[in-house]
């Protein structure tokens, strides 16, 4: 394909096959296609349509080797090759026609023989030769012009023009897909697994979930995995963004890609191939740079008509002229102006070229952005919604301490909570069942019929009893009594922002637990930061209202929600939807995946549930909210520049025709301005690599 309008009539015809939709992406040169026919009448439709297709090679996995690319792909390398010849045979063409005194005797004879190779199809129509004969240069198409006239300069200039604006267009989006290069070519080739007790070194391609391998410092991880054995600082910042590395001891789960840049460690594989978190990252990243935004598919759209308006306003300059009396020469010459400087490759490269740049860039940060649909929300939400647990705060929860009643032990209220809690994995119920070390007593006792109620707490029979834990609510619905020493203790809970579950049995409450997690260390700013985005901050939170308030206290946010079940989440959404707000929301867990998804903008976590991150329009692969807010100011600067793009390449086309349709444009500079109006929206879409993070070093 050489232009928008190329994609446009392929995926037209793609697109006019029974079932089948597709999307041609001018940029990436690729087609997505969703159909049942087979992929050879794919290829055929395309064939028949002028153009050839193939099934693209497979890409190589992050964790194989070639993954990183060559410097210079053979289609770069032979326009540079084709540029290079073509440049040494204008020159001199080109100087023979602007400069009078190097015209010799013959001299038309020497510029046909070096503008042959370069533009063959123009020497049947050349005038006749004549000793003496001088040709004047000028910028401009005037009466006058002549048989005198041969134009081999233009002949050659416009085709070498042409092809160097291919070239640095083919070199600058190359550079535009850099980064998805560089995330491909992180992982390791080979690995150390322990078989048999001893290291056996192969291809990472081998790795099955469940292997243990080595990696030594220096190395990098081979794919996801959680340590064994060993403890080091894991660097992330390619996949992260995150430029401090992380601490990891055995138990924590880490990610192929880091490099140990400590001890030695033994991982065990839990995640192999394309399911890698870096696979997946690397497909959501492909996958958003094949999109098209609002605008560009008015783009596409003008752009189909735009050739055989063009080819038609060609046709009437020519008449024009010819008609006024300026003669075929003059004609001509404003005619073929006209078709070279209205090519629209700008229009097709305007979108997807800023997508393929900021698309990167935020994979690079650690923020997966999953197409131009998100990056129009990012320009148009007013409030966002944050999730407390897990995104405002740390999620780890802790046990702080425990009540009993009157006349009740704390070791066995204990005892009897974390046996209820112990099958769910709410942050709450890992932090009721992490017993000290010290507790008096036996282990947790088993528990018979567990029930678990979304938003309220667990019943079950532990031993002899039919116990409950959960919220205060919960035991006031079936009835049980919570004593006056213990109501104070809630109270005084809720007031210092932490988290109450009361443990109750035998008809009475018998003692609550105090669990409370912390807040992020860039929460309150990442507040401040969405507060000078123009976003109105709101806090959604299961907890009740003066833990909520408390929290949002120490965050400057105003507007609370407090006390919602998973389900209310969505609700409250909604609420904020009818009240005329677009929504953005940033939440984590697998209960706020409904949420993500309801909102206009949902910004999922990475370092929570996979149901998160599929539902969320933007994923942050780090906790840390401030990457949040960089995901905004990235997402808006691409859109920005997606329009920027889109209004050069208007107004390029729009301020050019009349001026060639005038007869005051040389087809040479008109090659040379459509080729550099291509590489201009390249470039100003480059612009986004230098989008650098929020500064973080001072925390």
């Known amino acids: 394909m050489t232009c928008a309008s190329c994609a446009n009539r392929v995926q037209r015809k793609l697109g006019r096959l029974p079932g089948t939709t597709a999307e041609v992406n001018y940029a990436t040169e690729r087609a997505t296609v969703s159909s049942e026919i087979p992929v050879e009448e794919l290829i055929a439709a395309v064939e028949a349509a002028g153009y050839t297709a193939s099934l693209p090679a497979a890409e190589p996995a992050p964790d194989a080797p070639g993954a990183e690319a060559e410097p210079e792909d053979e289609h770069t390398r032979r326009l540079r090759e084709r540029l290079v010849v073509c440049a040494v045979l204008t020159v001199p063409v080109v100087l023979l026609a602007m400069v009078p005194p190097l015209q010799i005797d013959y001299w038309q004879w020497l510029s046909l023989t070096l503008a042959a190779p370069v533009a063959v199809w123009g020497g049947a129509a050349l005038p006749p030769c004549r000793p003496g004969m001088r040709h004047g240069f000028d910028l401009t198409a005037r009466a006058g012009d002549g048989a005198g006239s041969i134009y081999l300069e233009a002949a050659a200039g416009v085709t070498t023009f042409l092809l160097a604006g291919r070239y640095l267009e083919a070199r600058s989006k190359r550079s535009a897909g850099a980064a998805l290069r560089a995330l491909l070519s992180l992982g390791a080739k080979d690995v150390a697994v322990l078989r048999g007790g001893r290291e056996v070194r192969v291809p990472v391609a081998e790795l099955v979930v469940g292997d243990e391998f080595v990696v030594r410092p220096g190395e ?392 998160a991150v599929e539902a969320g329009d933007l994923t942050l692969v780090r906790g840390d909210l401030l990457v949040a807010v960089d995901a905004l100011r990235l997402s808006r600067r691409t859109h920005r520049t997606i329009r920027q793009n889109l209004v050069w390449a208007f107004g390029y086309n729009v301020a050019a025709l009349p001026v060639a349709v005038a007869g005051l444009l040389n087809p040479m500079l008109a090659g040379l301005a459509m080729g550099l109006s291509s590489v201009a929206v390249v470039l100003s879409s480059l612009r986004l690599r230098r989008f650098r993070a929020l500064d973080r070093t001072a925390r």
């Open 220 to 611: 990098t991880l081979a794919t996801d995995g959680v340590v064994r054995d060993g403890s080091s600082a894991l660097d992330a910042s390619m996949l992260t963004g995150e430029s401090v590395p992380a601490e990891v001891g055995p138990g924590d789960a880490v990610v192929g890609g880091c490099v140990n840049a400590g001890g030695r460690l033994v991982v065990r594989a839990t995640r192999v191939g394309a399911d890698t978190q870096l696979a997946r990252t690397a497909r959501l990243v492909e996958q958003a740079q094949t999109g098209k935004s609002a605008a560009q598919r008015l783009a596409d759209r003008v752009s189909a008509w735009f050739v055989p308006a063009v080819i038609g306003l060609a046709a009437l300059t020519l008449a024009g002229w010819v008609l006024l009396g300026g003669g075929w020469t003059q004609a001509f010459t404003a005619a073929v102006a006209v078709l070279i400087i209205a090519c629209p490759c700008a229009l097709g490269l305007a979108t997807p070229v800023a997508l393929m740049v900021g698309t990167g860039r935020g994979a690079q940060l650690g923020i997966l952005i999953k197409g131009p649909e998100a990056l129009e929300q990012t320009r148009t939400v007013d409030t966002v919604v944050l999730d407390k647990t897990g995104t405002l705060t740390t999620g780890a929860m802790r046990l702080r301490r425990v009540v009993a009643a009157p006349g009740e032990d704390e070791a066995e209220v204990h005892r009897v909570a974390a046996a209820l809690e112990q099958a769910s994995e709410h942050p709450i119920a890992r932090a009721v069942t992490a017993l000290p070390a010290d507790l008096p007593g036996e282990e947790v006792p088993p528990v018979e019929g567990p029930q678990a109620l979304a938003g309220l707490g667990v019943t079950g029979r532990v031993g002899p009893r039919e116990a409950l834990v959960g919220r205060a609510r919960l035991l006031a619905e079936r009835g049980l009594v919570v004593p006056d020493e213990l109501a104070a203790a809630l109270a005084a809970a809720e007031g210092e922002g932490a988290t109450a579950v009361v443990v109750g049995w035998d008809g009475a409450a018998r003692g609550l637990l105090v669990v409370g997690d912390e807040l992020k260390a860039t929460s309150a700013e990442a507040v401040e930061r969405f507060r000078g985005l123009g976003l109105h901050p709101v806090l959604l939170t299961g907890d009740n209202e003066r833990a909520a308030r408390a929290v949002a206290g120490r965050l400057g946010i105003d507007d609370v929600v407090a006390g919602v079940l998973p389900e209310d989440k969505v609700a409250t959404v909604r609420r904020l939807q009818s009240e005329g707000r677009r929504v953005a929301f940033v939440g984590d867990g697998v209960n706020d995946a409904a949420a993500l998804a309801t909102a206009d903008l949902g910004l999922a976590v990475g370092t929570g549930a996979d149901a």
